[in-house]
């Protein structure tokens, strides 16, 4: 089926660094998002992202947060700078969007760890 | 604002056991309910959407019924397999389809 692919897979940083996390979503999907999971707890929306702009986003998407998608490469979430809090694992999904489908497809996550 | 309670969040069987999964939903829209399975190093995928009240959806064996009456929705295997083992997901997307909003997750150990 369609592939979601993330890279890095793991990720550590000393904490005050930037760090960019990188998703490769389905070739033709329109509707972008992250989400965070931390260790034991339940998986959390980020944002979302659509026709180059961010649609929604969560209290958890804190002004040291970013995301983009230049010229239709990959779509990244950047942070800077990082805190501890930041460790999680950051997983990415993506779906066609309307007349197509709202089912989302994540990547396998990019586990962060903020030292 | 929109939550999702699932409380299992480990279940034990044996193999060929029947496996019930429940989940509680709240909002003010029109929901999408979905059943996600997370294997171990992977990201979840999507097991089952259900959409209509009452109606169910199956798959790999897995059955989901949703009950509007309730606000709930289940996941049900009549006879599980050690390779089921997994965490299972449900998940709530708004009405603009925008995020999904998850539940806790349920761990799934089955044992041989």
């Known amino acids: 089926g369609p592939k979601v692919l993330q890279i890095p897979s793991h990720q550590i940083i000393d904490m005050g660094q930037m760090v960019t996390l990188n998703c490769d979503p389905v070739?033709?999907?329109?509707?972008f998002y992250w989400y965070k999971q931390i260790l034991g707890q339940q998986m959390e929306f980020l944002v979302n992202?659509?026709?180059?702009?961010?649609?929604?986003k969560s209290k958890l998407f804190k002004d040291q947060f970013s995301v983009e998608r230049p010229d239709g490469s990959y779509f990244t979430l950047k942070i800077q700078p990082t805190a501890l809090e930041d460790s999680a694992v950051y997983f990415c999904?993506?779906?066609?969007?309307?007349?197509?489908?709202?089912?989302?497809?994540f990547g396998p996550g990019t586990r962060l760890t903020v030292l | 604002g929109d939550s999702v309670i699932q409380m299992q969040g480990q279940v034990t069987l044996s193999e060929n056991d029947f496996l019930f999964i429940n989940c509680t939903y709240s909002?003010?829209?029109?929901?999408?309910l979905f059943w996600y399975v997370q294997y171990s190093g992977e990201g979840p995928q999507l097991l089952l959407q259900v959409t209509t009240a009452n109606n169910k959806g199956s798959s790999r064996g897995f059955e989901a019924t949703y009950d509007k009456g309730t606000t709930s929705f289940h996941l049900q295997k009549t006879s599980v397999q050690e390779i089921d083992s997994a965490v299972y997901y449900c998940?709530?997307?708004?009405?603009?389809?925008?995020?999904?909003?998850f539940g806790a997750g349920t761990r799934l150990k089955v044992i041989a």
């Open positions: 999904a993506s779906s066609l969007g309307l007349g197509g489908g709202w089912e989302q497809y």
């Open positions: 998940a709530m997307s708004d009405t603009g389809n925008y995020k999904y909003v």
């Open positions: 909002t003010t829209g029109y929901p999408t």
């Open positions: 992202f659509y026709n180059g702009k961010v649609m929604e």
């Open positions: 070739s033709n999907h329109l509707y």
